[in-house]
């Protein structure tokens, strides 16, 4: 079952490949940028690979992904056979994940088979973006939370958390985990967890400070105060009639992760979906009222619970189902051609 899903890993990444070929040919909004991978969030990034932290707004940028394009530049051949190597891990471990909470090995498959149809393809495949590496850590450490080897599961959260803040979530897994009875290891594991997220905020202290206005905070973190200022990240900020398109295209998979969460959450609180379902209602509703919504199109693909909910459809709600399985290859077609022609969102 492990080959047929790697190697159905393989063909979807040949497929958007293929898609992303034939949208290559489609006029640029921003005719500026001559490399294809070059888009959005991919400047920031390139330009810390070759800078370092040169301006205020980067901070809001993990080094994990510098630190790797400065070792592998992005559309090589290396890029290429590591982008399919952490897929084909990432799909694998997923499979092992669903079969280990879902219990039925074809349902574990399904959900692994829908993982393939991500709601934004064009960002978790082709683009030199975080989000990639941050769901093979994700999952790489969920599926040692499952197998009760919490320290191997900090390392891999720990490392996740060089890509993506949203990393400190993942936290409480070890919590829920480990239980009140081991408070200290919970607090300790937890810390090394954080630890990322405080690196950076450390650095960017020692680079700024004295000066201007957050390094006077309480607690000087560089990281919330530049979401705020240059992205507008904030409680209702992205709440304006201007952005809800992207409140429409967002709405599948946090309604999906939000009805089914609520669904595991009124069943058995013993489950081990549990975790899973507090925590995508956590980010879920982090994404909808302080934050850019339209980033849950990359950042729901990170959620295993996703996937699971995707085959609940399926299996209990056969229309729905299919109205997601129609979506996701709609709108997963439509992101490639916008990512190509350097149309948002990304």
Known sequence: METTIILLTVAARLLTAFLAFLASYLPLFDASSVKSWLRWDAFHFSHIAREGYVYEHEWAFFPGLPFVIRRIEPDSIQWHMLMTAIACDTSVTLYRLSKHHLRIPSLAFLATLLSLLPSSPATLRLAPYAEPFFTYLAYKGLLYCATKEFYHATVCFALAGFFRS???????????????????????LTAVIFSPFIYQNFSAYLAFCPGPDWCNKSVPLIYPYVQAKYWGVGL??????????????AAPPLLLLTVYSIHILKGSFTSSLVPHAIHALILSTTLLFASHTQITLRLAAS???????????????????KVWVGWSVLWGSISIVLWMTFLPPA
């Open 166 to 188: 949203n990393s400190i979530f993942l936290a409480g897994y070890i919590l829920w985990g480990l239980g009140p009875r081991k408070f200290h290891l919970s607090a300790l």
């Open 303 to 321: 959620l295993p619970i996703t996937y699971w909910a995707a085959a609940w459809l399926i299996v209990e709600h056969r229309a729905w189902g």
């Open 236 to 249: 209702f900020n992205y709440w304006s009639l201007q952005q809800l398109p992207n409140f429409l295209i």
